[in-house]
């Protein structure tokens, strides 16, 4: 059983930063294409940062040139660094990944990110 657990969240001010960790349970690390999600209080989960096991990136607009999504194949974690952070980025974060062997995908429990003064 695959299993997610996110770490690394917590409250800061604005213009600061902060790195989420994604650890990864298996043995098939490597071949996952694994995500950032986020969802803030009455909005829908919307994709953050994506990596690919090729090491691929994608950002969603509004985090690109202050967010870096990053993968540790050696200790099946994924970060994602934050900085410049606005008080709009507050949110609970949720790393996701998907195993193309079988073709299933799993969910953390998420991470509460508070950007706040």
Request: glycine residues 10%; aromatic residues 10%; charged residues 15%.
């Amino acid at each position: 059983q695959v299993q997610l657990v996110e770490s690394g969240g917590g409250l800061v001010q604005p213009g600061e930063s902060l790195r989420l960790s994604c650890a990864v349970s298996g043995n098939a690390f490597s071949s996952s294409t694994v995500a950032w999600f986020r969802q803030a209080p009455g909005k829908q989960r919307d994709m953050v940062a994506r990596i690919s096991s090729g090491t691929n990136t994608l950002y969603a607009d509004s985090v690109k040139g202050r967010f870096t999504i990053s993968r540790d194949n050696a200790k099946n974690t994924v970060y994602l660094q934050m900085n410049s952070l606005k008080p709009e980025d507050t949110a609970v974060y949720y790393c996701y990944a998907h195993f193309p062997v079988p073709g299933r995908d799993y969910w953390g429990q998420g991470t509460q990110v508070t950007v706040s003064s």
